[in-house]
């Protein structure tokens, strides 16, 4: 079946700093790939998509590039900012429209 | 447009009563999906519709979780009787029926006692 493999945090970087998640998959066929972002208390909130390979997502600064040849998804932010901090899952969209999430990366930004 | 809708937003039962929650998902939306979120964990899918036909519920503990959705528009979870294990955010989503991702509803915190 599909597999989401996610980065284990917490991930701690000072304010500015260069941001990397690593995310890779497994999957039949050509699935789209997601990042969503869920910020204390609240509920999941998607991020970026790319629906095709070489397809790049962004969003609020971050980017992200669908790699077939390396099954990965990563996700990247130049300057973070206090106001990033959260946890962030990928995800996967295979057939029949199901979706696998990876466990999460918690993401703490330091002024 | 109107976001997918959930109800109530917090809920605290004892152990062995029953609950339910409500979805409504974005109009038009083909497919309705019900996640359990443990704090500190991914989403788990419970179940997923595809209008009112299940597509998914292989992840459901069917001795004491059901869902329907009616007329493939709103949903409705019920857990009964529930146990402490069941304490969590329990996520509903929706998505049209191309790879655009999907929209997540604010959940419901399900705290049992």
Redesign the interface.
């Known amino acids: 079946g599909n597999s989401v493999t996610q980065m284990e945090g917490p991930v701690t970087l000072s304010e500015e700093a260069f941001l990397t998640i690593n995310c890779t998959y497994t999957a039949t066929g050509y699935p789209?790939l997601?990042w969503?972002v869920q910020y204390p208390g609240?509920?999941?909130?998607?991020l970026l998509?790319a629906?095709k390979a070489d397809d790049k997502g962004s969003n609020k600064g971050f980017e992200a590039t669908y790699r077939k040849e390396t099954t990965s998804f990563h996700l990247e932010k130049g300057s973070v900012q206090v106001s990033d901090s959260a946890v962030y899952?990928c995800?996967l969209?295979g057939g029949?429209?199901?979706?696998t999430?990876?466990?999460?990366t918690k993401l703490q930004v330091i002024p | 447009e109107a976001g997918v809708a959930q109800s109530p937003r917090y809920k605290i039962i004892e152990k062995r009563q029953s609950v339910a929650f409500w979805c409504n998902p974005i109009s038009g939306h083909a497919t309705l999906y019900w996640y359990q979120q443990i704090l500190g964990q991914g989403p788990k899918l419970l179940i997923q519709f595809q209008n009112n036909g299940v597509v998914d519920d292989s992840q459901l503990p069917k001795d004491r979780f059901s869902a329907e959705r009616l007329k493939g528009v709103d949903s409705t979870l019920k857990i009964q009787p529930a146990k402490l294990e069941d304490s969590a955010v329990y996520l509903c989503a929706s998505s049209p029926s191309r790879a655009d991702g999907y929209t997540f509803g604010s959940g419901t915190r399900l705290t049992v006692v």
């Open positions: 789209s997601f969503y609240e509920g999941l909130q998607l998509k629906t899952f995800a969209l029949y429209q199901k979706v999430f990876g466990t999460g």
